[in-house]
């Protein structure tokens, strides 16, 4: 079974004071060499893509609303531009940047991951994420959002944000097949450009928005580029199971790996999910040998390190471990948050990759230039096809 | 010291002045097309590359328009792509103030100006109507009398979020632990169009601002420039056109405390190069008539008609029905808003003295070029333009993809530079220094 690997790349690592580290490069986290530079080195490491994480509202220490520190990273690029930046500059690498569908506008999204696609000549995916906190709803002015209590979530009101997330991916996947692959004919016989049969309204019609088509960017190189949400609970996990192509969860023992990946498998039996399943990736914030560092950057933050993921600071080689033990479970994947950049992303690269290479369980070169190809994918007709009138 | 000639170079669009069928015309979607074109123009030292947008595909009498280029890609997308393979050239992105918001469009225009060392302009556009706005959450609610209204103060809006971190909030200093300042990125906007509170999570981009541009031509778009716009995309590409459209706008500055050097004015202008004079003239015609197809004559006709033509001959004379003036049947395009029935009586006329077909006329009427002649020929006679006032550049719109700029680059540009009116080297790093803006 093929191992797929890939870093979750965010400011200067997901250790709030990672910043601090003596390897960060804090004043740099804006510039496109800091960007290019961890690029490479997911590159260097074969990995399958790595993702950029993005939101509307300001880093904060607090679940809800803005807070007054300015001891940790605050403010971040917009993950798509980020994304396209380097495409030009990386050329195997997937390029997976996260996008707000609570906010943005599902043609607006549509039209620009096609436009990586392009860029990248097939290598873009998507992360539509679901941003249900009042911060980022006050930055447009449109909504207005009761407050969020981790503990006591309002599961009606987070079930709306995911509907309406399920029926913007259906309207971005509509867009990117209403343009069937072979629309543009160029006849000079009959002057035509396109054939128009070929494109197509998608006339979607929701409660949150309408959306009336084509797109106005030709069909991605992929078909469809690769789509992926993190779930921690049933909701996202179907979520997922209607809508994307790979799921990032988040289990802290191989006991709860095994219990979450029972939950997807429901999760795709209860929205009858049809063609390939879910792939299914854990999520793990690496700290390599990073006891002590882990230790001393909790000491310059104020706080122990609390993750919604695992935090792992074990060795190369003892990560490979559970990675091979957890893919016998049915992970196909493993998604990894770097603590601290670059220093962690390199060792990904230049430890944990060996490692498993050494063990048989990664590829020693880049086979695929495509990324849905590299993830076992098939290249997917429109669903148009055929259907002009 | 002459005044220095700013220059652009436009990608080809979706309109029929792009020549899709010539045998040198490439994709229109493949990055590489963009790289090569952006490439050129650094090469020729142009201040920047600008992309056009289009949020719906045009139709024509309920069909999507199949004639033209049909598709492209989203504007801040490939520009912050071609951030990656060039280095100076500014990368100007056409988006849309109706059917997006202040605070996403500010902090990708932010991002880009990060991403590509201070090389971002932001083209302003107030497209409004309800056929565009199908694609959209907001739909097309907004009345056109309220386009510059949103438009002025989404700008403005974007300004306060650009302003809302300090050159100096990023401190980002391990020992003292200080990564920001108190409060950086924190806004709030109260106004008709938006009211909007938070922090920005952008910090402030090399240029600060990017560069603002703007190519409304009404009374309203005039002033929007005047008070607003760091360049003017204009279409008064002639010299007594021009001259009077540059002093008008020019003289509009002085009560929003600006000077004239402040807003640069650059017409979207053709070229068509020969040997001789005479040589330029026949390629000119040669490439009007690969621009205006036999049925591209017709649905030309059509859009003025408001009605189907398709029966008539295009190689034959002009349609003996009469139009029909109701709503028209061309949708997401600029429309023609004069009288349509006077411009079929002039054209009939026109046709009836010079024994012309519906090609002929349409070939007559639409798209001539703006320059045309010898490379010494064209680069004196966009010299003249600049130095007489009638423009400060130009953007340079070719007509094939991707190729369409490489004869003014090769051929034109070293003589404006021999004239000592165009750079040979890139003096500043910023758009902001290529085009001489505070």
Redesign the interface.
């Known amino acids: 079974m093929t191992l797929h690997l890939s870093a979750a790349l965010d400011g200067a690592g997901w250790h709030p004071a990672a910043?601090?580290?003596?390897a960060?490069r804090?004043?740099e986290?804006?510039?496109?060499r800091y960007w290019?530079g961890l690029a490479a080195e997911a590159e260097r490491g074969l990995l399958d893509f790595v993702t950029f994480e993005d939101?509307?509202?300001?880093?904060s220490s607090r679940f809800e609303g803005?807070d007054?520190r300015?001891?940790?990273?605050?403010?971040?690029?917009?993950a798509?531009?980020?994304a396209?930046?380097?495409?030009?500059?990386t050329t195997h690498l997937g390029l997976v940047p996260t996008t707000s569908t609570t906010?943005?506008?599902?043609?607006?999204v549509a039209?620009?991951i096609?436009?990586?696609d392009?860029?990248?000549?097939g290598r873009a995916g998507w992360r539509p994420q679901v941003h249900g906190r009042d911060?980022d709803a006050?930055?447009?002015?449109?909504r207005e959002f009761p407050p969020l209590d981790p503990a006591a979530l309002d599961w009606g009101f987070v079930s709306t944000l995911f509907d309406e997330a399920a029926d913007f991916a259906e309207v971005v996947r509509r867009l990117w097949d209403s343009?069937e692959d072979d629309a543009?004919i160029?006849d000079?016989a009959?002057?035509?450009?396109?054939?128009?049969d070929k494109?197509h309204y998608i006339d979607f019609v929701g409660e949150?928005?309408?959306?009336?088509?084509?797109s106005?960017?030709?069909r991605p190189p992929q078909g469809q580029p690769l789509v992926t949400v993190l779930g921690h609970d049933v909701v996202p996990y179907e979520l997922a199971a209607r809508s994307a192509d790979v799921l990032y969860v988040t289990p802290h023992s191989r006991e709860q790996a095994a219990t979450i990946l029972g939950q997807v498998r429901d999760a795709e039996r209860t929205v009858v999910r049809t063609g390939e399943p879910l792939k299914v990736f854990a999520d793990v914030l690496v700290i390599f040998d990073g006891a002590e560092r882990k230790a001393r950057l909790d000491d310059?933050d104020g706080a122990e390190l609390f993750s919604d993921a695992l935090i792992f600071t074990g060795s190369a080689g003892e990560l490979a471990d559970l990675i091979l033990d957890w893919r016998e479970l049915g992970y196909e994947g493993f998604r990894l948050r770097p603590g601290v950049l670059p220093t962690d992303l390199a060792e990904i690269s230049g430890k944990l990759v060996p490692e498993l290479q050494r063990r048989g369980a990664f590829r020693t070169s880049y086979q695929e230039t495509v990324l849905r190809e590299r993830l076992g994918l098939p290249r997917p007709l429109s669903r148009y096809t055929g259907t002009a009138r | 010291m002459p005044k220095q000639i700013h220059l652009a170079a436009h990608f080809p669009g979706v309109n029929n002045t792009t020549v899709?069928?010539d045998p040198e015309a490439g994709s229109q979607?493949?990055?590489a097309s963009f790289?090569r074109l952006a490439r050129t123009a650094e090469r020729g030292k142009f201040d920047f590359f600008f992309l056009a947008e289009?949020?719906?595909?045009r139709e024509l009498k309920g069909?999507?328009y199949?004639?033209?280029?049909?598709?492209?890609?989203?504007s801040?997308?490939?520009l912050?792509?071609?951030?990656?393979?060039t280095t100076h050239l500014g990368l100007a992105a056409t988006v849309n103030s109706t059917?997006?918001?202040p605070?996403?469009v500010a902090?990708?225009l932010a991002?880009?100006d990060?991403?590509?060392?201070g090389r971002a302009a932001w083209n302003v556009v107030t497209s409004w109507d309800a056929f565009t706005g199908?694609?959209?959450?907001r739909?097309g609610y907004l009345a056109e009398a309220d386009r510059y209204a949103r438009a002025r103060e989404f700008l403005a809006t974007a300004r306060e979020l650009w302003d809302s971190?300090s050159p100096d909030a990023?401190?980002?200093?391990?020992d003292s632990?200080?990564?920001?300042?108190?409060?950086?990125?924190e806004f709030r906007h109260e106004g008709p169009q938006?009211?909007?509170?938070?922090?920005?999570?952008?910090?402030r981009g090399p240029q600060g601002r990017p560069v603002i541009l703007q190519a409304g031509d009404s009374p309203e778009g005039r002033e929007f420039a005047a008070s607003d716009a760091d360049v003017i995309f204009s279409r008064h590409s002639t010299l007594e056109d021009g001259r009077a459209f540059y002093k008008d706008v020019k003289d509009r500055l002085g009560k929003y405390g600006r000077r004239p050097s402040d807003l640069k004015i650059l017409p979207a202008v053709t070229y068509v190069l020969g040997d001789t004079g005479e040589e330029a003239q026949e390629r000119a015609l040669h490439i009007r008539r690969q621009q205006v197809?036999?049925?591209?004559a017709l649905s030309f006709l059509e859009a003025i008609w408001g009605r189907d033509l398709s029966g008539y001959d295009p190689e034959g004379p002009l349609p003996d029905v009469e139009p029909d003036l109701g709503e028209g049947v061309s949708r997401g395009r600029a429309q023609f808003r004069g009288d349509r029935g006077a411009v079929v009586k002039q054209w009939r006329e026109l046709a009836a003295s010079r024994g012309y077909s519906i090609r002929d006329l349409a070939v007559e009427v639409t798209g001539r070029q703006t320059f045309v002649g010898t490379a010494a020929t064209v680069a004196d006679q966009l010299n003249e333009h600049v130095q007489t006032d009638a423009c400060d550049g130009f953007i340079i719109a070719p007509h094939v993809t991707p190729g369409g700029i490489d004869a003014f680059v090769d051929q034109v540009v070293p003589l404006l530079q021999e004239k000592g009116v165009f750079r040979t080297e890139y003096s500043g790093t910023t758009l902001r220094d290529h085009l001489e803006l505070s």
Request: charged share 25%; net charge positive; proline share 5%.
């Open positions: 910043w601090r580290d003596p960060a804090p004043r986290l804006f510039s496109a290019a939101a509307f509202a300001l880093q803005h007054d300015t001891d940790q990273v605050r403010g971040r690029l917009d798509v531009l980020l396209a930046r380097l495409a030009p500059v906010h943005s506008e599902p043609f607006h039209v620009g096609a436009s990586l392009h860029a990248s000549r911060v006050r930055h447009f002015g449109r343009w543009e160029r000079a009959t002057g035509r450009f396109i054939d128009r494109l949150h928005f309408s959306v009336r088509g084509p106005i960017t030709p310059l | 899709w069928s979607i493949d990055f790289e289009g949020l719906r595909l069909k999507i199949d004639l033209d280029v049909v598709g492209r890609p989203e801040l997308t490939v912050s792509a071609l951030a990656g393979v059917f997006n918001e605070y996403e902090r990708r991002t880009l990060h991403l590509s060392d199908e694609n959209f959450r739909g971190w990023l401190i980002g200093d391990a632990g200080r990564f920001v300042t108190e409060g950086a990125g938006f009211s909007i509170s938070g922090r920005f999570n952008v910090p197809s036999g049925q591209t």
